[in-house]
């Protein structure tokens, strides 16, 4: 019997370590000022708004804000509110400013997807309704992700800091989410999936709340209409993390990245807290980011990913690529604390030098 | 770097090898990612790094080292497609890159260390060797491995292929970019290391 000596200095090689080869090279490969380039030639300047027009300016530059009805026909827009904080209306997404004051800030997102960097106020009301549900901000930033059909659905996902999130078919009960946690609101879904909420619902009385430690939605439960519970293989049917994991790669293999971030999406609701839910964050903030120029779902996805604990290696490369995503959303303020805290946690890393030189000067 | 009749030194069968018929081959993914499909690079990439990072390993036996060196090998390889003459050579072609680029980083370090900028590693040949390996093919390995951090890069990187990747001469000078005539030489005086360092 021979024996192949190669067969015994073999190294260690975990699907994480290619997953973050293929990140380095894929990265290196790519010119990131082409594509923008390329995106704003695609996507245009300008949309029009039922109320109010709103010049949709290259990311750079966030278009302030006044009351009246938003609408983001064929490109994303970007606009910021007097006290500094800013969003992001996806292509498709239109939404009703009702009041900004310096005490009181109420939006109406009427349709689509939503994301928010919330500057801190002490003493302001900041909320935004989406259908019946309100959710109540302090300072933090968060998405909000409305679907219409047969299924309505209200996804509410935390990046940094938390939120109270309000429904109206359970009056009193307020659910505190935090970040790296996603609250889910939709009908229609089979009785297995609405059968087994992670978690009781919080107190209405948001001072003296614990704060949900699963990454989980904390969904109000009771009779219909059915509130999804996120809970890992509840139902006979779901997919298991697994498969889905598996289901992203080949997507993604076959040059479909849309079905790809779908699996990983699907992933992260049905499996938050399972160990490939960091990595499928990693890489679906990758997809959006590289390959579906959707630079708030790269944000939404990539903080998710260091929310998650996402490995020391992916974790460094997640928070050096939210610098890129908040610079490509024209968020300077985002952009200016995602690079300070790329550069505290990472003083010599790999990416210090690109890092450093965004977000403007220090 | 012409790679039409070499056999690999990736010659492991490969765990993300196309197992379907319907699978595409190294020739159809390397002209679709010459048309600059990024899913087809990502394919490649995944089809062989495995490979790729156990030939780098075993010639820079350190992890980070072997990352490093598996990364540059890649990039050099996608962004130089167009000078692969034969597509379907893609495995060997990159087996000769890992190997060719492993050697110039072996000699910068050797200068580097000379000039007192870095200091040498030195392989803890019981850490790199499996446990699982027989005792007569272990103790060459250790022999192999405790040597080599002493060796010119050219010999080391020729002593690996030849004693851990089982090449031959002609394949080694192939991979090696060199004549067969200097591999002999650089095993030579390797194999000839190695026997003093086995002497007692």
């Not at chain 1, 614990?210 to 139902?235: F, H, I, L």
């Not at chain 2, 495995?91 to 580097?112: E, F, M």
Request: positive net charge.
């Amino acid at each position: 019997m021979t024996h192949e000596p190669s067969r015994y200095v073999a190294p260690h090689v975990t699907d994480a370590r290619v997953e973050r080869l293929w990140s380095n090279v894929s990265e290196r490969l790519e010119k990131p000022a082409s594509r923008v380039w390329r995106g704003l030639l695609l996507g245009g300047a300008l949309a029009a708004a039922a109320g109010l027009a709103l010049w949709l300016t290259r990311p750079a530059q966030p278009v302030p804000v006044a009351l009246g009805h938003l609408e983001a026909s064929k490109t994303k827009a970007v606009a910021t509110l007097r006290d500094g904080s800013s969003f992001e209306l996806a292509a498709g997404s239109s939404l009703d400013v009702q009041q900004e004051q310096p005490t009181s800030v109420a939006l109406v997102l009427q349709r689509g997807q939503v994301s928010f960097d919330v500057t801190h106020r002490e003493g302001r009301k900041f909320s935004v309704v989406a259908g019946d549900v309100e959710v109540r901000v302090v300072g933090t930033a968060f998405s909000i992700k409305t679907s219409a059909g047969d299924a309505p659905r209200v996804e509410v996902s935390v990046l940094r800091g938390a939120v109270e999130v309000r429904s109206a078919r359970r009056p009193g009960i307020v659910a505190r989410v935090a970040a790296g946690q996603s609250w889910i609101q939709e009908q229609g879904l089979r009785e297995a999936l609405s059968a087994a909420p992670l978690a009781a619902p919080v107190a209405a009385t948001p001072a003296t709340a614990p704060e949900r430690t699963a990454d989980t939605p904390s969904t109000p439960a009771g009779a219909a209409p059915a509130v999804a519970s996120t809970a890992a293989g509840v139902g006979n049917n779901v997919p298991s993390a697994r498969e889905l994991f598996e289901k992203a790669g080949e997507s993604r293999r076959a040059g479909d990245a849309g079905a790809a971030a779908h699996a990983y999406e699907e992933l992260l609701r049905l499996h938050p807290t399972d160990a490939r839910a960091g990595l499928a964050a990693f890489e679906l903030g990758r997809l959006r980011m590289d390959r579906l120029g959707d630079s708030a779902g790269a944000v939404s996805a990539l903080e998710r990913a260091v929310a998650l604990n996402v490995g020391p290696s992916f974790r460094e490369d997640a928070l050096a690529r939210l610098v890129s995503a908040y610079a490509a959303q024209g968020n300077g303020a985002a952009c200016a604390r995602a690079r300070d805290r790329y550069l505290s946690s990472y003083p010599a890393g790999v990416h210090v030098s690109s890092v450093a030189a965004r977000c403007g000067s220090r | 770097m012409n790679a039409l009749a070499m056999k690999p030194a990736l010659h492991a069968p490969s765990p993300e090898a196309p197992a379907a018929a319907s699978a595409p081959t190294d020739a159809a993914l390397v002209l679709a990612a010459r048309a600059g499909e990024e899913w087809a690079r990502e394919a490649l990439f995944r089809r062989y790094v495995r490979l790729a990072l156990g030939l780098a390993y075993r010639i820079l036996p350190f992890d980070q080292d072997s990352d490093d060196l598996v990364q540059d090998s890649f990039l050099y390889a996608f962004e130089r497609l167009e000078h692969l003459s034969n597509p379907q050579a893609f495995q060997a072609w990159l087996s000769s890159i890992v190997v060719r680029t492993a050697g110039k980083r072996l000699r910068r370090r050797r200068l580097q260390i000379r000039l007192g900028l870095r200091s040498a590693t030195p392989i803890d040949a019981d850490e790199v060797v499996s446990r699982a390996a027989p005792p007569d093919v272990a103790a060459e390995l250790r022999a192999v491995y405790g040597l080599l951090e002493k060796l010119p890069a050219e010999e080391r990187v020729a002593l690996v292929l030849r004693r851990v990747e089982r090449l031959e001469i002609p394949e080694i000078a192939e991979q090696m970019g060199l004549s067969i005539s200097t591999v002999k030489r650089r095993l030579n005086a390797a194999e000839g290391r190695l026997e003093r360092a086995r002497k007692p």
